[in-house]
């Protein structure tokens, strides 16, 4: 930090600490266990709230000094936090749910920060976009109606079936949001995703149209070599296919859920409770850092450069601002304003609700990750022990005694949102009652309420 910078910072905190001193709250309250950290994440533009706290020096701020090194796939981040090579990562929301219940691996892994809403979306080739067109004179249009359903896909799925072959998606894991997002889009147009099954773990028996995992870098290069027709992937990603023109977005997870949550910021409960100051100090830098990005166009556009870096997203600037900035593009020339389309603060982006962990598990039932009936209750213990809104709190808390956000901005919650119906197919949910939600859907395994 240069001279003139500390000085500025010394200047404006005396103020605020006189005001701490009169409440009895000591400023340096929190003390860092542990000063040097690693911090793993995947290069998506969604990882921008890690990018900013290190940056704009929000970890320093806070006493620590932040590596942020990017893994090669999901699989590898979260065993290498389980292990302790990494002290946290942004991960899958998906990813410590499935480990705390014993999905894929076992470990208890918790969350107390959610990274992002929205910011994903479905792409598929050229190829399969003619099609859709062919079937849906509709989509021939510059501007095609939105959103797109999936049943548009039909006459894909049907020509390539009598080739001899099925239609292929990729996804980032099978804990991810965007393997349930694509789900969701394909059940709610009447096409069966396929199911996970204890004989078959990879997620396709009876389906209509295979699932597969690639990671999130590789999707473009996967869908031009034809290996697969399609992907559900978050941001460059599928801007990037709009200007290779090697394929069409045709849906944002923003279409399909309406302010859905994205990743999250995980450590193992072990850590969180052998380093609890550390892991207060990086959750007050990271809610700073979401704040920060969704102040202004000029930040947005600020961290689209800092994103465009080699060591973090590595994509051009212009690939990342299409769907930063607000707007989306989802053909050449089809520029369309979409502000909401990446949130890092606003609708209390980064408070970890237990509502969305419930929606998450609510998916690994429908589709047979979670293999028999469980009772409401089940959930919502499962929701408290991974999701810590407690913890959020203390350091939004401390956040307010710092100056840096107003006490309107903490949401006034019990952990649940109320009933959402901002869903592709009308379908309302209520994370109060995940088994009475389950049984609302007609694609999915049958019987999976608790009895």
């Known amino acids: 930090m240069n001279v003139n910078r500390m000085r500025e910072r010394v200047r404006w905190l005396l103020p605020a600490l006189a005001l701490l001193a009169a409440a009895g709250v000591a400023a340096a309250e929190l003390k860092p266990e542990k000063e040097r950290l690693k911090i793993g994440f995947i290069k998506l533009t969604d990882c921008a709230p890690l990018v900013a706290a290190k940056e704009l020096e929000y970890f320093d701020d806070e006493g620590l000094t932040v590596e942020l090194e990017a893994q090669s796939n999901w699989k590898v981040l979260l065993d290498r936090v389980i292990s302790g090579e990494l002290d946290g990562a942004h991960m899958l929301a998906g990813q410590p749910i499935g480990a ?137 990603w599928n801007q990037q296919a709009v200007f290779r023109g090697i394929g069409v977005p045709v849906v944002t997870d923003y279409e399909i859920w309406k302010n859905n949550p994205e990743k999250v910021f995980g450590v193992t409960r072990a850590w969180a409770e052998k380093y609890p100051q550390t892991h207060l100090a990086l959750l007050k830098a990271l809610i700073r850092a979401g704040k920060w990005l969704d102040a202004s166009t000029e930040n947005r556009t600020k961290a689209c450069a800092l994103l465009a870096r080699k060591e973090y997203v590595g994509a051009d600037v212009e690939v990342i601002a299409n769907s930063m900035t607000g707007t989306f593009e989802y053909q050449k020339g089809d520029k369309r304003e979409l502000p909401d389309f990446n949130v890092f603060y606003h609708h209390h982006a980064t408070y970890p609700f237990y509502s969305d962990c419930v ?52 949401p006034q919650s019990d952990g649940y949102k109320p009933p959402d119906a901002g869903f592709i197919d009308g379908i309302e949910y209520d994370g109060r009652a995940p088994n009475a939600y389950l049984a609302k859907f007609k694609v999915g395994l049958q019987g999976l309420g608790a009895k």
């Open 359 to 410: 929606w998450y598990l609510t998916q690994m039932r429908r589709w047979g990750q979670i293999g028999e009936a469980k009772p409401d209750a089940w959930y919502q213990e499962v929701a408290r022990k991974v999701y810590k809104p407690e913890l959020w709190l203390q350091a939004a808390k401390l956040l307010v005694e710092d100056g840096d956000l107003e006490s309107s901005e903490l």
């Open 100 to 236: 705390s219940i014993g999905i894929g691996t076992q470990a208890e892994v918790i969350t107390a920060f959610s990274m992002d809403l929205n910011g994903n979306g479905i792409t598929v080739s050229n190829r399969i976009w003619a099609m859709m067109q062919e079937g849906s004179p509709a989509l021939k249009q510059a501007r095609p109606p939105h959103p797109i359903k999936s049943e548009t896909l039909l006459p894909a799925i049907e020509k390539l079936n009598a080739e001899g072959t099925a239609l292929k998606f990729g996804m980032v894991f099978p804990l991810s949001t965007h393997n349930y997002e694509l789900r969701y889009w394909l059940a709610a147009g009447g096409i069966c995703p396929g199911y996970y099954t204890a004989d078959d773990t990879t997620g396709t028996v009876k389906a209509d149209v295979l699932l597969s995992v690639t990671p999130p870098p590789q999707m473009p290069a996967t869908l031009e070599a034809g290996t697969i027709h399609g992907y559900c992937v978050g941001e460059p």
